[in-house]
C-alpha cells in the first residue's frame, strides 16, 4: 500500500508494473512517463488492483484507511469507530474526513493553487463538489475566498522578505536564529505553514 507520492517508491520497486495505481495528481504525468508500465489513474481517490492500493493524497488516504478497515474487520468495526468519533470528538469519521479535506484545500488556494487542483489535491474529485462544500461551511465560493487573500499575501510576503534580509544578518544573531526569530511557521495556521505567513506571531490578515 502506498499513500500520496508513496506510489512512485512501489513503481521503482517494480511492484506497480502491469497494475493500475494513482498518486497525487502533481506528479501523476510524472509517474506516467517514468514508468509506462504502470496503468496511472489520476481521476480516482485511490485504487486497489491485485492486492496493491495506492490513494491519491493524505486525504484519499483516509478514504482508503476507512475502506480497508470495513474490509478487512467488518461493518461492526467501522460502526465501533463512529461511536468513539461521536463520543470523542462530536462528529463522524465522514465529517471528519470532509473538515480535514475542507482545511487542506484551503491551504491550497492561500498558497495560490488553482481552484480544479486543490480540488483534486484534497480528494473532492470536482471543483463543483469543493464549490459546494466551501459555500456550506464557509459562506463563501472558492474564488471569493482565493480573492481576498492574493493581494495582502503578496503584498505582505514582499514586505517580510524585505524584513527578513535585514532582521537575520548572520552579523546580529546567532547561528539559526534569525529565520526562527524573524518567520513564525505555524502548521496549523490557516495558511498551512506557509513561508513568511506570520511574523513575530501576527496574522498579516485581520
Not at 491485485?50 to 493524497?57: D, E, F, L, M
Not at 493524505?58 to 480497508?68: F, K, P, R, Y
Amino acid at each position: 500500500m502506498a499513500i500520496c507520492t508513496g506510489s512512485s517508491v512501489l513503481s521503482a520497486a517494480g511492484v506497480l508494473a502491469g497494475r493500475r495505481a494513482t498518486t497525487h495528481w502533481k506528479h501523476a504525468r510524472l509517474l506516467q512517463r517514468v514508468h509506462p508500465d504502470v496503468q496511472v489513474r489520476d481521476d480516482e481517490l485511490f485504487v486497489e488492483d491485485r492486492g496493491v492500493y495506492t490513494s491519491a493524497g493524505a486525504s484519499a488516504g483516509i478514504d482508503l484507511a476507512l475502506a480497508l478497515l470495513e474490509q478487512d474487520h467488518g461493518p461492526d468495526l467501522a460502526r465501533h469507530l463512529s461511536r468513539l468519533f461521536a463520543s470523542e470528538l462530536n462528529t463522524t469519521p465522514a465529517k471528519y474526513v470532509e473538515r480535514v479535506r475542507l482545511d487542506h484545500a484551503k491551504t491550497l488556494l492561500d498558497r495560490g493553487c488553482k481552484i480544479a487542483q486543490a480540488a483534486q489535491a484534497a480528494g473532492f474529485g470536482s471543483a463543483e463538489t469543493l464549490r459546494r462544500l466551501f459555500v456550506a461551511r464557509v459562506g463563501t465560493s472558492p474564488s471569493q475566498y482565493r480573492s481576498r487573500f492574493e493581494i495582502p499575501l503578496r503584498t505582505r510576503t514582499h514586505s517580510s522578505a524585505r524584513r527578513l534580509r535585514s532582521c537575520c544578518d548572520p552579523g546580529s544573531l546567532p547561528a539559526g536564529a534569525g529565520m526562527s526569530r524573524c518567520v513564525g511557521l505555524l502548521s496549523g495556521s490557516p495558511l498551512g505553514g506557509h513561508p513568511l505567513t506570520y511574523e513575530n506571531g501576527i496574522s498579516p490578515f485581520p
